[in-house]
């Protein structure tokens, strides 16, 4: 037998571990401003770039791009090469992808923080960042699949199905949720609208979740726990089921972040459904990995990495139980719109990926370096002081998330809201976002004692760059008949086949969805008294997104009394149609806006009455002099910036491209009309004592804010 001799690739391992680490802390680091903002809202710190609407995205990238993403490209890379027997295929991929992956995290750090984003939770980059991100995506899966065609052992590993599946599931999602049309540099529109544009991101935002923070953490649980614990998987067989169900179902789970919002209710129940059917494979996912540690239990109790991954492992089986739960029309009338979501999302982030995390670079570190572990004390004090952090991060965020749905849904005894303020609800939980960052610092602290630990590893051990290593030449994998040899395992010699069947599994949920949606005109219902945005509106809609206000103010009233008292008629589909992209939100900091620009009589819950235009512009410059209790930042420069007058015929001329019924030549004649209509604002706010000049920010957002909710009031249902 042929014994072929080759070298592991470790560098491109550390480079991706250093980076972790770098990330790590600017993720937390901002994280952090971000929960300290809503507790104390001073700490927006009066500045454009640091207000919570503009910070908020870059934590949420910061963390699951540049902090998980580097973990999982650096775990990926050295058990990849380990259980294949071959080093990765091509040196200069692999650093142009680490560079390239580092660029895209700066360039959206400071696109994010300058205003240019789409406005789509978790994949608000603008467009050239998109084609980056997709560059550098076909780099790892080149890399990846070159890998696998030049192993050396027969049989494709459990953790290389995850990674496939991890790269194919992301192209997907990706590009189809970022096709657009650019209007400039930095500014795009999506192609779909409204209902449309919902289902295609949360379809996405869901399931980024499902493939990039999901499963190639299962594939990396895979390789990492029987290594760490020097046991093998408790289940092959189990492993199958897990990989081929979770990977089929999660795909269809999307729409249940839009249950009682307006989309058609075959695409609701379609979500909810196969939410429900994804605990199975989830939890024997988390069950084949708790029972791999059998008879390795003595070492958890003494090891921190084995702690972490347990941890990791019981965080998964709590998020992916609760997910489900979440998924059910009664819970989700609780949880949607609340901080249930956000404490939802943290327990998976920090226990889950965060477990994952610590636990895999404690035993990988060491092993890179050829050293042990700088110190175990230390170790075992971070997984303690973490694991209370995530406690006291979380549990405040779900006792806020009961506390507001029960005041927002109180009733007096003669039938009227018993809390018509929003803001008397968010006064209420204030004292939750205070322990919220009590847990926050905790885990903060805690990494900082995992980046000196890790930091004083390295430092004491010595990296071998070209780690010698040699196995057996691969003969003839390709054979078609092996005796005894199982359906599955004849695939798992087959590369390509496999791929093909993970790709087959992962798109049938989303075209079944989508396609429908997109084609099929009557799940689309037109309401005849909805008109396009004015060049006015529109552009004071994208400074609306590019404030980030759609972290906070949610645009979508559900059919339910206490939301339909206290914001007015419930949403339809068909508001939406020019909707690019959709605002519908997650989370309500503040008060629903669909129905901001009211023109009835009807005042129920002192919300849906008609805001004027010097309302508005005191709201924007000094909300503390409104209400003292408010925790709603100031934006003065919105009486300072420019409008880029020049930008709005090309906007326009998208927007036709698009569908929008604009009249023939109205691009040439928008500026025109942005003005009369600024003008118009600008007296209103003259007659109040406020000059401003018409081309200012405030005065078309102004314009937005008074664009909702008009078109729609009184118009019949089934209008």
Not at 69 to 98: C, E, P, T, W
Request: proline share 5%; with cysteine; net charge neutral.
């Amino acid at each position: 037998m042929e014994i072929q001799k080759f070298k592991y690739d470790n560098a491109i391992v550390k480079n991706f571990t250093i980076a972790t680490i770098v990330w790590g802390v600017v993720a937390l680091t901002v994280g952090l401003l971000a929960a300290l903002q809503l507790a104390w809202p001073a700490f927006n710190l009066g500045l454009e770039y640091t207000s919570f609407g503009r910070v908020r995205p870059v934590h949420t990238n910061a963390v699951i791009f540049a902090f998980i993403g580097n973990a999982m490209f650096a775990g990926i890379y050295y058990s990849l090469q380990r259980v294949l027997k071959a080093r990765l295929f091509n040196d200069i991929i692999s650093k142009v992808h680490f560079w390239s992956w580092q660029l895209i995290i700066v360039l959206a750090a400071v696109t994010l923080l300058l205003g240019f984003t789409t406005g789509k939770e978790y994949a608000e980059l603008e467009w050239p960042i998109d084609i980056l991100i997709a560059v550098s995506w076909v780099l790892f899966g080149w890399n990846m699949i070159g890998t696998i065609i030049k192993r050396r052992v027969k049989h494709i590993y459990a953790a290389v199905w995850w990674y496939l599946a991890t790269f194919l599931g992301v192209a997907v999602l990706h590009i189809v949720n970022s096709v657009e049309i650019p209007v400039s540099l930095l500014k795009s529109y999506p192609v779909y609208a409204g209902a449309q544009d919902a289902l295609v991101q949360w379809w996405y935002g869901h399931n980024a979740v499902a493939f990039f923070l999901t499963t190639p953490w299962l594939g990396l649980m895979y390789y990492y726990l029987p290594k760490a614990s020097n046991r093998p998987i408790y289940s092959y067989q189990l492993s199958i089921i897990h990989f081929w169900t979770l990977i089929f179902l999660y795909m269809w789970t999307g729409p249940h972040h839009l249950l009682y919002n307006a989309l058609p209710d075959w695409l609701q129940a379609l979500g909810v459904t196969f939410s429900i059917m994804l605990i199975a494979p989830s939890w024997g996912g988390m069950i084949n990995g708790l029972l791999t540690l059998r008879g390795a239990w003595d070492a958890v109790r003494d090891r921190a990495d084995l702690k972490f991954m347990v941890v990791a492992l019981i965080a998964y089986g709590m998020a992916t139980f609760e997910g489900p739960m979440m998924a059910l029309k009664t819970v989700n009338s609780i949880s949607h719109f609340t901080d249930w979501t956000v404490a939802h999302t943290h327990i998976a982030g920090m226990g889950w990926n965060g477990g994952l995390i610590f636990g895999m670079m404690y035993w990988l570190v060491p092993r890179l370096f050829k050293t042990k572990l700088y110190s175990s004390k230390l170790a075992n004090a971070h997984f303690w002081i973490a694991t209370l952090g995530i406690l006291l991060f979380a549990i405040p965020l779900y006792w806020a998330a009961i506390t507001q749905w029960l005041m927002l849904k109180e009733y007096t005894p003669t039938g009227s809201l018993a809390y018509p303020n929003f803001l008397e609800t968010t006064i209420q939980i204030l004292p939750m976002y205070a322990f919220r960052v009590v847990g926050g610092v905790l885990f903060f602290t805690g990494f900082l004692l995992f980046l000196f630990n890790i930091v004083k590893t390295m430092a004491i051990g010595k990296m071998e760059a070209n780690e010698d290593s040699e196995a057996p030449a691969l003969v003839n994998p390709q054979k078609r008949n092996v005796a005894g040899e199982t359906v599955h395992r004849w695939l798992e010699r087959r590369g390509v086949r496999f791929s093909i069947f993970v790709f087959i599994a992962v798109a049938i949920g989303g075209a079944v969805e989508i396609i429908p949606l997109l084609s099929v005109e009557s799940n689309i219902p037109k309401i005849e008294a909805v008109k396009p945005y004015t060049p006015l509106e529109l552009t004071g809609r994208d400074i609306y997104i590019s404030n980030g206000c759609y972290n906070c103010h949610s645009q979508q009233i559900r059919p339910l009394r206490w939301e339909t008292d206290r914001y007015g008629e419930y949403s339809k589909i068909g508001e939406f149609v020019y909707d690019h992209p959709f605002q519908w939100g997650s989370r309500r900091t503040g008060p629903d806006l669909a129905r901001a620009g009211y023109l009835g009589d009807v005042s129920i819950g002192g919300s849906t009455t008609y805001k004027t235009a010097v309302w508005h512009y005191n709201h924007f410059m000094k909300p503390l002099e409104m209400n003292p209790q408010t925790i709603m930042p100031a934006y003065p420069w919105l009486a300072e910036n420019d409008v880029v007058l020049d930008l709005i015929p090309k906007k326009i001329k998208v927007m036709k491209t698009l569908g929008v019924p604009y009249a023939d030549g109205f691009e040439e004649l928008a500026i025109n009309d942005y003005m009369k209509q600024a003008n118009g604002i600008v007296q209103e706010l003259k007659a109040s004592g406020v000059e401003v000049e018409p081309n200012k920010e405030v005065v078309a957002l102004i314009a937005y804010l008074h664009k909702l909710g008009k078109d729609i009031s009184g118009v019949d249902e089934d209008e």
